[in-house]
């Protein structure tokens, strides 16, 4: 029996690899804009959800009047150093709210002897197993309106030392 001579099928072996090349690519690019799809959508979601409960928070808090009703924590973004993440910031404000917690429903006329004290005992605050890293928490201003407090914040990654 004779073989057939491969010359034969040089043309359409080139174009099945060029198809089969240019299907890897295809499905390389689709999934990077998946996956870039899908982080935006987890963003957004995480941001949601932080508005949602900022907003359930004031409409409990709205019927008193004299006292403080929520919080709202600002994460800075440290200068001179790469923004850390969204859900890392999620994470740190969540934990900073719940420390902060304790202010909620004091009066506000008496919270600024209550401000130096929770200054003192979460300035350089170490929040640590955060999406593996570890992370310094800096007060940088609280302010008192309305009712509200917001305080402002700047975390660090912090350094290990072993």
């Not at 491969?6 to 999934?31: D, E, H, P």
């Not at 850390?84 to 709210?97: G, H, N, P, Q, T």
């Not at 593996?132 to 030392?161: C, G, H, N, P, Y």
Request: glycine residues 4%; contains cysteine; hydrophobic residues 45%.
């Amino acid at each position: 029996m004779r073989v057939p001579d491969f010359k034969r099928y040089r043309k359409g072996m080139n174009s099945i690899a060029f198809f089969l090349c240019g299907i890897i690519v295809g499905a390389a690019i689709f999934n990077s804009m998946i996956m870039d799809q899908s982080n935006r959508i987890m963003e957004q979601n995480f941001e949601l959800h932080e508005q949602l409960k900022l907003t359930e928070s004031q409409l409990q808090a709205n019927k008193k009047v004299s006292e403080t009703r929520s919080i709202v924590v600002f994460v800075l973004e440290p200068k001179g150093k790469p923004p850390i993440d969204k859900v890392a910031e999620a994470e740190i404000k969540r934990r900073l709210e719940k420390d902060l917690s304790i202010l909620i429903g004091r009066n506000v006329y008496d919270i600024g002897s209550d401000a130096a004290l929770v200054r003192n005992l979460i300035d350089s605050k170490l929040y640590g197993d955060i999406m593996d890293k570890d992370f310094t928490v800096t007060i940088r201003t609280m302010l008192l309106a309305d009712s509200v407090l917001q305080v402002w914040v700047e975390a660090k990654q912090a350094t290990v030392k072993k």
